[in-house]
């Protein structure tokens, strides 16, 4: 049988009846576009996170943008992330005019290197966005000892990682605002886009209730320019499928790579390094290919063995990004791993026989 990176045919197998009953449920109440289902997604991911306020929004990147809007950065002032991400974190930071300042990153975790952030505060210096890169929680302890020394906001991008834990405390706690992706592949996904900012702020979730209907509180009467940025009902009510089983599905990521650690074993294959502090959730179980890894995913892509790059060119490369004035080498940690990364397939359906394989034709390819 033909293995898949992620078979989302297999979870939608798993809960196909009620699925089709929420998706149902919703067509036949008409309701769709900021109904209940959304409101008590909300209540539950908020909940979910250990906030107060959740919001849905149409995507992980909207919820990125007016996670910005909200706390009001402007044109010419400075946020700081990693340059070992999806483009969206930086992506935001640019579209509102502010400069995203790059960061490099831990080898062992793929996160922020927490020790090089403060050389890169400066007097226009607003907020940190940490990543949670892979599943794996960043280091909060360290981010928000540096925020708060130097009064900064912390967005947590969350997009990778609902659920994980750093010292026993869910991610997206941990920051002003949490930022939540349910693009199909992520653990928790819809089928189609959608995304929810979490906070504890009162004003924030007011100001962004408000944002994703165009600035209005009273429908047609217009406070401030927003947007058109909600999370559909359909959306919402086959999350809230989903999420009664994410628990389940975290716990069965993490036990593929526990097998995965183990067939790796004086392979010389460099597994995930975990954190003591933090339980990682597994969205990508990424190995680290000190040589070829190129030539490995060609010969892997021949026998079958699906794989991904996450990423292959760190941010502060990008053409998007030249304006920056950045030179190749600056984040050698980011670039590193840009050559050495390789996600393999990791999810709950994932079966023994096909990681054994998976790891087999790892071992025959450096043969
Ligand atoms: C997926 C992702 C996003 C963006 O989410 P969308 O819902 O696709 O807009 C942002 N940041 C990271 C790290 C992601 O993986």
Known sequence: MKIEFLDLKAQYKSIRKEINQAINDII??????????????????ASYCGVKYGVGLNSGSDALFVALKALNIKKGEEVITTSFTFISTAEVIALLGAKPVFVDIDPKTFNINTSKIEEKITSKTKAIIPVHLYGQPA???QIMKIAKKHKLYVIEDAAQAIGAKYNGQKVCSFGDIGCLSFFPSKNLGAYGDGGMLVTNNEKIAGYVRMWRVHG?????YHDFIGDSSRLDSIQAA???????????????????AKIYNQLFKETGIITPYVNPKCTHIYHQYTIRVKEKRDKLVDYLKQKGVPTMIYYPMPLYMQIAFKYLGYKKDDFPESEKASHEVLSLPVYPELNIKNQKLIVQKIKDFFK
Not at 216 to 220: D, E, Q, R, W
Not at 238 to 256: G, P, Q, T
Request: charge should be positive.
């Open 28 to 45: 036949n109440s008409s309701e769709f576009i900021m109904g209940k289902a959304v409101i008590e997604l909300e209540e539950k991911v």
């Open 139 to 141: 280091d909060m302890d």
């Open 238 to 256: 086959i999350l809230l499928v989903k999420l009664k089983y994410l628990d389940e599905w975290s716990k069965k990521r993490a036990e593929k």
């Open 216 to 220: 209005a509180k009273i429908k047609y």
